[in-house]
């Protein structure tokens, strides 16, 4: 998904498989915190309640709350637990799967059948305003077997399927309530939910308050009855600023540059924890120069992103060296990654033909953008070619990449899953529908790989398949890998059990008050 610039955006305008840009900045000022709210500010919103219609980074973090899945992950193990089915089966030949479903409530007290999973999950597989249908691309179909029983059928054996319902446009909406007050209404300000929390109050551009919700299946949760806010603030300054003055209780995406000083301070817990993030810079393999294979690994040779990761994250990242990111399975951590090598990138620019060509690489307003930005342009003059920076706003960011209207383009993105399926499919797939992630990268090599490695069952023969993606991607330049990031929280003391998930997933739920 996982969408500074971005998380695995697949909505354009948005981030995030996830990636956000800059959110609306607002000022706003707010009593000292009250026992009974919990509040959470971060730059990234909540643009739609309905969980099939946008894989942006705010919105990801708000469906978690909102709507529950078959499945649940364990917040502690990252285990995959029983969620809203109590219990399944798989058929012997791995394709079809049966799920049955516990007793559970929708915030509106009407039962959760097994037609509303049904419903949920077509919309995600065939609606055609579906930001994310790749996870449910193997299924043939859902139906339901009686209220309690969803029967799902593959097209073929595929090893992630399970991991794939978790994840967060999976949520279980009311088929009732939507075929009622038409999609557009249903979700529009009040929607029935079956998660942990329903919506008090929804103000775009400003803030998401949300409430428990009495009827949640997991009973004894939320652990607190406090109200939660979700604070959309653009300004990083502005955020720990509030923080510190005590007004609110979590900032997320904590700046590099901050990171030290709110380590530093008493009444803050400053945490960098495990994400699924990887930075780099997408590249357009539609057009000259780097629809040449020579040119691309001379800008590749021509980042020194070990210099860069510690220029931009102050050390707090860590280098990339494959085209995937870092903490899913089957990373291939002994592959050596791009060399960095000035003079061997001169030469192979030479080769190809590209020097002197104007290379356009698209920048946004925040600083962690224009930095990255900087030093690519000085790294890349530096063997010949002639970068320019063109300044755009979020949504003509995504509209220039979505086209491939671009040359070069920093961003980051992270995976739903610690699987690959998912990110080999969003970053390096020509043939799965996202363009190798705007950079219209295809190999058919590469993309038969992705179809092998859903299919094989033995571990060891998934783990050959994923890191020989990994190099054939990496050695042509797929694109050019610069870090992977933890995710930078600040959490006020006062909270208990909160954390955000490598899958963008706030514990909420879990999270009680001390004082």
Known sequence: MDFFSGARTRAAGAVLHGAVFVAMGLCWAGPALADDVIRVVSPYQTTTLDPMRSAAAGNIETYGQLYSRLLRRNFETGALEPGLAEKWEISPDGKTYTFHLRDAQFSDGSPITAADVAFSLDRIRSDKKSAYPAPLGAVESVTV??????????????????????????????????????????FATVPVTSGPYEVKQWKPNEKLILEPNPHYWRKGYPKSDATVELIEIASPETRIAMLKAGEIDVVRAVPWTQIDELKATETVDMRLEPSTTIYMILLDHKREPFSNLKARQAAGMAI??????????????????????????FHDKDYPGIPHDPAKAKALLAESGMVGREVKILATADAPSQQTALLIQAQWQAIGLKPVIVNVDSGAWWDATGKGDYDAAANWWYNETTDPDLAVR??????????????????????????????????????????????????????????????????????????????????????????
């Not at 020194?304 to 399975?329: F, Q, V, W």
């Not at 990994?470 to 003391?493: G, R």
């Open 426 to 515: 969003w970053a390096v797939c020509g043939s799965c529908g996202s363009n190798s992630y705007s950079t219209f990268y295809a190999n058919p090599k590469v993309d038969t790989l992705v179809e092998q490695g859903t299919k094989e069952a033995d571990q060891a023969k998934r783990a050959e398949i994923y890191k020989e993606i990994q190099k054939i991607t990496t050695e042509e330049v797929a694109q050019i890998p610069l870090y992977y990031a933890p995710n930078a929280v600040a959490y006020s003391k006062r909270l208990q059990g909160l954390k955000l998930t490598p899958a963008l997933q706030w514990t909420l739920e879990e999270t009680s008050l001390g004082h």
């Open 304 to 329: 020194d992103n070990k210099a860069m990761t510690a220029a931009i994250t102050r050390g707090y990242a860590e280098p990339a060296n494959t085209t995937l990111p870092g903490s899913i399975d």
């Open 145 to 186: 077997a009686d209220a309690k029983t969803v029967v799902i059928t593959l097209k073929s054996a595929f090893a992630p399927f399970l991991g794939n319902a978790e994840i967060w446009n999976m949520g279980v909406v009311s088929k009732a309530d939507v075929e009622k007050r038409g999609e557009e209404a249903a």
